[in-house]
């Protein structure tokens, strides 16, 4: 049960930081497009 929860923490924080990662990248492009596109 313990290890459970513990794996679910990890799946859970390694989505936020990929989503944030994916969402920073994101938007990186869309100012670099906006500023010389």
Do not use: D, H
């Amino acid at each position: 049960m313990s290890t459970w929860q513990n794996l679910k923490w990890l799946i859970l924080l390694w989505v936020l930081g990929f989503a944030t990662v994916t969402g920073a990248g994101y938007a990186l492009k869309g100012l670099i497009f906006l500023t010389f596109g």
